[in-house]
């Protein structure tokens, strides 16, 4: 690279006519500081040209290989993910929660709620048989124009039956407190 690139009028040494020294420098040391910036600045050049012939040739070769965009994109996330799996935070992160799941109070926790589970499902099934009976009963034990009407609805054996039934369910899934089981309207249905 030729000095007369970096600017004004550069000395043979590279400094600039007329240009004075930073203070706490003299005017020799400006001049070798100068002259190894542009060395630096040279080198600095010649490796980015480097680089750049060394990624074409790098991209020649994948593409000779048939390695293309979505093939690196697959290389990396895999790489990244692997790194991650071996990574401190990871590692420690599982360990903790290794720990929580062989703890007692995470295994009660579970099987409470695979408990609340299971009786949720077979409550919702109850329900749905009762529901099906009921409206078999009730459009059997009266006429479509009949059972349109709400208030005879209402007042049908049928329907006090499937209402205490549903009153019932609700107790068992939702449970009750002492106050409600004594003031509960349907407590004495219980099946």
């Known amino acids: 690279m030729d000095s007369s690139e970096h600017g004004p009028a550069m000395s ?8 004075n020294p930073p203070p706490g420098l003299t005017e020799e040391e400006a ?7 542009i060395k630096v600045e040279d080198e600095i050049e010649t490796l980015r040209q480097v680089l750049v012939a060394k990624e074409r040739h790098a991209a020649e070769l994948k593409r000779r290989l048939g390695i293309g965009p979505l093939s690196e994109i697959k290389q990396n996330l895999t790489k990244g993910w692997h790194e991650v799996q071996c990574s ?3 590692l420690t992160a599982s360990s903790t929660l290794e720990e929580i799941g062989r703890s007692d109070a995470y295994k009660r926790t579970q099987e409470t709620l695979s408990q609340a589970g299971q009786m949720t ?3 919702f ?5 009762a ?6 009963e009730m459009s059997s034990n009266f006429s479509m124009r009949h059972s349109l009407s709400m208030p005879a609805m209402r007042n049908s054996p049928s329907f006090k039956t499937f209402e205490d039934k549903v009153e019932n369910m609700k107790y068992k899934v939702m449970g009750q407190t002492n106050e409600e089981s004594d003031r509960s309207p349907t ?3 219980a099946p």
Do not use: D
Request: hydrophobic fraction near 35%; charged fraction near 10%.
């Open 12 to 19: 043979s040494t590279g400094v600039a006519s007329g240009w």
């Open 31 to 37: 001049e070798e500081m100068q002259v190894e910036l």
């Open 88 to 90: 401190n935070a990871y």
């Open 121 to 123: 499902s077979a409550a």
């Open 125 to 129: 099934s109850s329900m749905g048989s």
């Open 131 to 136: 529901i099906r009976n009921q409206f078999g």
């Open 187 to 189: 407590s004495n249905n």
